[in-house]
């Protein structure tokens, strides 16, 4: 059983609250704010302990670092912004993939992430420029 500490806490909080898988910086910059002189490698160490654990999973993203959400959410998946790098939960699912598979191929999981910009990006994009 791992001790629950003042800095695990605030981490667990701040994965929590958030509306999409973190980065290890967002989780460092949010949990600051929670606990004074956290520092990246308590982030890690803490993120890794929450994995073993089965706290939190690990959402890959192509071409980028790892990001963490808590476990035991409903299916869902994600929004990937290529402006800001920001991800976010998109509830529901297009179906069954199994049709799409190639014959003999046996379905485990899936997992989907849209790759665009998200409407805070389109704001500032579209904001006239003086």
Avoid: W
């Amino acid at each position: 059983m791992e001790r629950q500490t003042r800095q695990r806490q605030a981490i667990r909080d701040v994965i929590a609250r958030s509306q999409g898988p973190m980065s290890p910086r967002e989780v460092l910059s949010r949990a600051s704010e929670q606990v004074a002189g956290l520092g990246m490698a308590t982030i890690y160490r803490t993120l890794k302990s929450m994995l073993e654990a089965g706290e939190v999973v690990q959402v890959e993203v192509p071409g980028g670092a790892p990001r963490y959400e808590l476990s035991g959410k409903q299916h869902h998946h994600h929004f990937h912004c290529r402006a800001c790098g920001c991800m976010y939960e998109i509830d529901g699912c297009p179906g069954d993939m199994v049709p799409m598979l190639p014959p003999g191929f046996v379905l485990e999981s899936h997992t989907l992430t849209l790759n665009g910009v998200c409407a805070a990006c389109v704001r500032v994009d579209r904001a006239p420029k003086r």
